[in-house]
């Protein structure tokens, strides 16, 4: 019965860090891009930013696929 909880706890640690990997990489690959278009002006930052975040989220997600499960 034991090893029920075990898997259980197994999983929830692997969405959490999923979650966090996804959050860091939003927010570090976001910045840069907004941090990019700033130079060119606010729609680019904005539209780079956002394509950062997207970026971010996929970057984020196969590090922890790859690196950390």
Same mark, same amino acid.
């Given at each position: 019965?034991?090893? @029920?909880?075990? +898997?259980? =706890?197994?999983?929830?640690? $692997?969405?959490?860090? =999923? %979650?966090?990997?996804?959050?860091?990489?939003?927010?570090?690959?976001?910045?840069?891009?907004?941090?990019?278009?700033?130079?060119?002006?606010?729609?680019?930052?904005?539209?780079?930013? +956002?394509?950062? $975040? @997207?970026?971010?989220?996929?970057?984020?997600?196969?590090? $922890? %696929?790859?690196?950390? +499960?």
């Amino acid at each position: 019965m034991c090893f @029920l909880f075990e +898997s259980l =706890n197994r999983r929830v640690r $692997n969405e959490w860090m =999923n %979650k966090l990997c996804i959050f860091v990489g939003m927010v570090l690959v976001g910045y840069v891009g907004w941090w990019l278009g700033d130079k060119m002006g606010m729609i680019y930052a904005f539209a780079l930013g +956002s394509f950062g $975040n @997207l970026l971010g989220i996929y970057v984020g997600w196969k590090i $922890n %696929k790859d690196c950390l +499960s």
